[in-house]
Each structure stands twice: as C-alpha cells, then as structure tokens.
C-alpha cells in the first residue's frame, strides 16, 4: 500500500478549482494526466452549462468580501434550542454543517435552488415518511464573519477521493475487531473485488486502451456490480448529475444558470422522486433500469439525448473508475494474473478497497458500535487539514452544486444564527436570533434524516 502522510492525503482528496487556469504540463508519471485534462476541458468548452464550473453563485460566495450568509435546514428546532448546541454532520462534506448559499437582496435573502428544493420538498418527504408527529422543516439563516485569514482560493473536497483515506484510518482503527472478524472482513472485500474483474478490467481497457465497448453493454455491466462494490453506485449517480446540470438546455436550467446555479432539481427529482429516496437515502443503490433508459431520462429532462448520455455514462464513470478507485499512477493488468490477497490487491486498488471497507464496516461484527469513531477520526483529519489551509467553508468538489458547510473545528469562528420564514415570493428572512453554539462532534449517522427513518437525534441532519 502507498503510504503518504496525512497533509498529501488529504490535499487530494481536494480539488483545487482555481488551479485549473494554470495550463498544466506532461506528467510522466501519470498514466491519467492527459485524460485528466482533456475532460477539464471537455466539461468547461463542450457543454452548455460548461462555464458555471468557474463561475457561479457558490464560488462568488466564497471568495466575495463581508459576511457569508447560508442555509441549513433541520427538523429539531426545539431540541437544538434546548440544548444550545448544533453538530455537524458526515457524508459528502466529511464533518460539516451541510448548508446551501444564500444571496442578499433589497428585501430577505434568495435561496439557491440547492436550498430552495431542500426546504419544500426534500425535508418535507423525509418528515412524511417520519410520520405525523408535529414536525416542520426548520430553515435557519447563518452569517459567518470571513475571517481576515480565510483561504482564498477554491479548494473543494471530493467524497470520491477519500478511498485511501478510509484504508488508512481501518489499518490504524482494525484491532478494534478480533482476528476473526479481521480476517473475515478481508476476505468479503478481497472476493467483492475478485467477482467484479470483468467490470474493472473492461473500464481499464476502455481508458488505458481505448477499446470499443457498446455504451448499453457496460452499463447493464455497472449495473450488475454494483451491489458487490457499493461505490459503483455514488460514482453512477455523480456522472449522471453531472451530466444533466451540464447538459440540460431547458427553461428551468438556463434561469438558473443566468444567475450562476447549476440546476440541482434534476438529480434531486431523480433521488427523491423516481427512486423513491426519501427517507432512506442511499447511493450504494443507486441503479437504473437500463430497459428503460431513455423514457426514464426524458421524464427527467426532454431537453437531453438518452443515446448522448449513455455513451458519455460510459467514457465518465469508466475513468473515474480509474481516477478515483485505482491506486494512483498505477494501471493494474493482467487481471487473471492478481493475487487475491489484501495486501497484493492494496498495492493496485487502495482506494477501492478504502471505500468498500468504510461501507462493509458499517453493519460488519461489532464495528457498528464503533463506526462513529472512524467517521470522526476522518472529521478530526479533515479539520485539521482545514484549519492548516484556512479554510472556513468547505464545499463539495465533485461539482460546485451548491453544497457547503461550516468548518466547525476553524478557531474563534464568528458567526450569528436565525431561525428563518419564508415569503409569498420565496425569499427567507431572519425572524428570531437563537443563542446557538456549533460544536465540532459528528452526529452519529444512524440518527440523521438521510439514513434514518426514527427521530431520536439531538440534531438529525438532512446529509
């Protein structure tokens, strides 16, 4: 296994959007870097919405001058009121409170269309599905004061990335499992590995050998495995959400875009909607019926071309097989070859192994007793990291959604809390200021909205 410390780490599990103007030279040592590249500007030149990854409401958010004004939504007013204290949450933003940004106008504040479809529709299904018990979705108004040290430069972290991060903090955190459980657990991952090959080979052949491969064939293929290797699933769900917000040219997606928003209805609707998510969110089952793929598509947005998006599924999520489940700088080959054994498969797909584990150890022996103390060792690593770049709000950067949080561990953060009300016309306001202090301790994932179908949290989260 490729072992780094922890600062290069977690410096690649970011992406550094403003980097990507520096034009970038021959890296022989990257079998990826020129692929890397020519989907950068793929993505930014060849698409409609291309331009909203450089420049859009989140980024100018971030690096604008004043206070940064977010919305976080939640369902336990009345106990984090009680309390006094409010948690971050893991997922994709690792161990932050997931917010969405908010514009000032003349009159309240507008919602990005993240917030605003969080607050109306996706809280609402999850406390429907909850059960009648008097709750409403809450939203709640923060203005963070930048600190005169914020980092000024757009680094996101991506959740896809964390792969070798997750093997890491196991190999520290393993003999928390006895030798059998030990053993047993490398051998569910290693044979999860071993009966995928034909899937892994063949996303190698098509990036490292430019083999032809019927679009519909390697997805019915993804499809098939994506139940041994559950991170198939979040990798398919990113590719499609990225293609629809690049892709989309309907009436919806172009207003959004004019005022620098991706249009995150899209794959939203697609969760919550046609999947039927709500309340029992989950990537790792995030499949689509290949049969189906065109009619379910133009439900979705008539604007796109199912046969397009097929065969750019099919280039997409091949090389991010290989980007972010691959060890990197590595081609692993001669498949039939391998030695099934976990420390010979670690050597070539450390990542890919870090991300079966961090998801097998959630329901693996006793580990469950523990997981919330992998997650938040990983939240301790990235505060750190954070705190070492000055970086007070972090975001995802799989894509500049919209998502963003608060970096709870960022010394003498000033910042102020409202409960909110909406408007006839959409916008929020601040209606009461609450005495709230956020504390730099993960929920334990089993109380949050998006995994959990039970209220019994100080503080359920929405992510």
């Not at 690792?94 to 507008?110: N, Q, W």
């Not at 006895?178 to 190698?204: D, G």
Request: aromatic letters at 12%.
């Amino acid at each position: 296994m490729d072992v780094r410390d922890g600062y290069h780490m977690w410096a690649d599990a970011h992406a550094f959007f403003d980097t990507r103007l520096i034009p970038s030279s021959p890296n022989d040592t990257d079998p990826l870097g020129e692929q890397s590249a020519t989907w950068e500007t793929r993505l930014e030149q060849d698409t409609p919405n291309g331009t909203l990854l450089r420049t859009n409401t989140l980024f100018q958010a971030l690096t604008g001058s004043g206070p940064l004004y977010l919305l976080h939504v939640t369902h336990a007013l009345e106990e984090i009121s009680r309390h006094g204290y409010l948690y971050p949450s893991g997922g994709c933003l690792v161990g932050s409170i997931y917010c969405a940004p908010l514009t000032a106008c003349e009159s309240g504040f507008r919602m990005h269309n993240l917030a605003r479809y969080i607050l109306t529709k996706e809280a609402p299904a999850f406390a429907a599905r909850v059960g009648p018990d008097g709750r409403t979705p809450t939203p709640l108004i923060f203005e963070v004061t930048r600190p005169r040290r914020a980092y000024r430069g757009l680094a996101g972290i991506d959740y896809l990335r964390l792969g070798s991060i997750h093997l890491s903090i196991y190999t520290h955190l393993e003999y928390l499992l006895s030798n059998t459980e030990r053993y047993q657990l490398r051998e569910t991952v290693v044979s999860r590995i071993k009966n995928s090959t034909t899937f892994l080979a063949l996303s190698a052949a098509i990036v490292y050998e430019s083999a032809d491969v019927a679009a519909a064939v390697f997805l019915e293929l993804l499809d098939e495995t994506i139940p041994r290797l559950p991170i198939l699933g979040y990798l398919y769900f990113e590719a499609l959400a990225e293609y629809l917000m690049l892709h989309s040219t309907s009436e919806r997606t172009r207003k959004l875009a004019a005022r620098g928003e991706f249009n995150n209805w899209l794959y939203k609707e697609i969760l919550f909607t046609n999947l039927g998510m709500a309340g029992k969110f989950d990537l790792a089952k995030f499949r689509l019926p290949q049969s189906s793929f065109s009619t379910f598509l133009k439900h979705v947005d008539a604007s796109v071309d199912a046969a397009h998006a097929q065969t750019y599924l099919r280039d997409r999520i091949s090389y991010l097989v290989a980007a972010r489940l691959f060890t990197p700088h590595q081609i692993p080959d001669a498949w039939h070859h391998t030695r099934w054994e976990f420390d010979s498969i670690a050597s070539h797909l450390a990542p890919l192994l870090g991300h079966l584990i961090h998801r097998e150890l959630r329901t693996f022996g006793r580990y469950p007793d523990f997981y919330f103390y992998f997650d938040q060792n990983k939240a301790l690593q990235a505060w750190n990291y954070w705190n070492h770049m000055d970086i007070f709000a972090p975001f995802n950067g799989t894509m500049p959604k919209g998502e963003v949080g608060i970096n709870p561990a960022y010394p003498d953060l000033e910042y102020r809390i409202w409960s909110a009300e909406q408007d006839g016309t959409g916008r929020v306001h601040p209606s009461e200021e609450l005495a709230l202090t956020i504390v730099p301790r993960l929920v334990d994932i089993k109380y949050t909205l998006m995994r959990n179908n039970k209220w019994s949290a100080p503080e359920p989260s929405i992510r």
